[in-house]
């Protein structure tokens, strides 16, 4: 671009007044770099705002997938808790103890109704998490 500066001033360093030619040149080498530097400083300047939408943008991609990784450690954690009641509601029913008297049977019913109420609480509780 400014190659006939730069043939200037390897001309002018034969000559007498190589320094001030020579100090000339560099000036203007160096005016070339600061246009060539306020370009790069205007093209970044505009790019600026595209970027920081993009930015804008991915942050709030990374929060939609955040909170989609957080539903479903929540329905995991959910899934795991009831399977947990339902297998101690299942140990508790798979016993074989009938009751030796009056006392024990009635004990063993109210054991029973807590279990059917226990059991249709968890029912209610899959059928919501079914339909969300």
């Not at 006939?4 to 770099?33: A, P």
């Not at 009831?82 to 030796?100: C, M, P, T």
Request: proline share 1%; glycine share 2%.
């Amino acid at each position: 671009m400014l190659t006939w500066w730069t043939d200037l001033c390897d001309f002018t360093l034969l000559s007498n007044t190589k320094v001030n030619i020579h100090n000339l040149c560099l000036s203007v080498m160096r005016f070339k770099n600061y246009i060539d530097d306020r370009k790069q400083v205007s093209i970044l300047v505009c790019l600026l705002p595209i970027r920081w939408k993009a930015l804008q943008g991915a942050l709030n991609t990374y929060k939609a997938d955040l909170a989609a990784a957080l539903e479903v450690h929540s329905f995991n954690r959910d899934v795991d808790d009831i399977n947990d009641r339902i297998n101690e509601k299942a140990v508790l029913l798979s016993s074989e103890e009938l009751g030796k008297d009056l006392e024990a049977v009635q004990s063993l019913q109210r054991q029973q109704e807590a279990i059917e109420r226990d059991m249709t609480a968890l029912q209610n509780t899959l059928e919501v998490m079914h339909w969300t």
